[in-house]
């Protein structure tokens, strides 16, 4: 059975950093985009990056220069390095895989539980 574990989330005050895991197993990582998303109360789930199987990647424009996904495949797991937070940054964020990796959240069905983060002025 396929799981994504994510962990890293918490508390930082605004221009703090933090990073956020996402564990895969029961599956070859390495053969899968990942990616990360993030929702906050009242909003729809929205793409924050993505890190195809080549290493290439994709950022929202909200977070581009601020935020970096990685992956280690010899450790079956990704990453979100997330510099210069803001406020408007919080929110839980999820980490999911699928083949081709794309921004619509409708086209994942492996997702981890989810971490928040929150971001305090």
């Known amino acids: 059975q396929v799981q994504l574990v994510e962990s890293g989330g918490g508390w930082v005050q605004a221009g703090g950093s933090l990073r956020l895991s996402c564990t895969a197993s029961?599956?070859?990582?390495?053969?899968?985009?990942v990616s990360w998303f993030r929702q906050a109360p009242g909003k729809e789930r929205e793409s924050v990056a993505i890190i195809w199987q080549s290493g290439s990647t994709y950022y929202a424009d909200s977070v581009k220069g601020r935020f970096t996904i990685s992956r280690d495949n010899a450790k079956n797991t990704g990453y979100l390095q997330m510099n210069s937070l803001k406020t408007e940054d919080t929110a839980v964020y999820y980490c999911a895989t699928n083949d081709v990796g794309t921004t619509n959240a409708k086209n994942y069905f492996v997702w981890g539980q989810g971490t928040q983060v929150t971001v305090s002025s």
């Open positions: 029961g599956r070859t990582f390495s053969n899968y985009a």
